[in-house]
């Protein structure tokens, strides 16, 4: 008796999808099963997916001087999202509640110190007035301010040559 053949079909259930990512050793350690995380496909640009933790590796490759781990991620089925979609997840690693959070973009540094522009030169239009800010958390787009800004400050940026005004700091929930 030889099992030896061709594959005819393969069954795939729908009701969930997994995604396995790779994540740094300086990463891997502050993740743990049952964790949350933010799936989005390439594919399906504006639309995001729950997922949740469920296997993290425990042992590494080596990739460029420093090791890899892979991380496998459960999220609800859905009919748009198809095997082999290109994707990318977020982890939060840790929260913050009630927080005054500005965009990473805002920020100006000057060696070891960092700050933000509190006002708009009359003549030029060009961002001015630097105040130093202590920075907390950050999700890589916005960032927390412990220190320098107060709720409903005023701050200027420069973002690819066009000016963007941010009229009030906010305080963000689930930051």
């Known amino acids: 008796f030889d099992l030896k053949g061709s ?35 390439e594919a399906l640009r504006g639309r995001s997916f729950e997922a949740v933790v469920t296997k993290v590796g425990t042992s590494g490759t080596n990739s460029g001087g420093s090791s890899k781990f892979t991380v496998e991620l ?17 982890i939060p690693l840790y929260t913050r509640k009630d927080v005054l959070t500005i965009p ?7 060696g070891a110190r960092t700050f933000v522009n509190t006002a708009l ?14 920075t907390g958390l950050s999700d890589g787009e916005t960032v927390e301010i412990l220190s320098g800004l107060k709720l409903g400050d005023t701050y200027y940026y420069s973002y690819y040559d066009i000016l963007e005004l941010d009229t009030k700091a906010e305080a963000k929930f689930g930051f």
């Open 104 to 110: 990473v973009k805002a920020l100006v540094e000057d």
């Open 121 to 134: 030169d009359s003549k030029t239009g060009e961002p001015t007035a630097p105040v130093a800010v202590e």
């Open 7 to 41: 594959t005819l079909l393969t069954v795939t259930p729908q009701d969930t999808v997994s995604l396995t990512i790779t994540l740094d050793e300086q990463d891997i350690a502050k993740v743990s099963t049952g964790m949350e995380a933010e799936v989005k496909a």
């Open 74 to 90: 459960e999220m609800p089925g859905d009919a748009d999202v198809l095997d082999g979609m290109s994707a990318t997840a977020e």
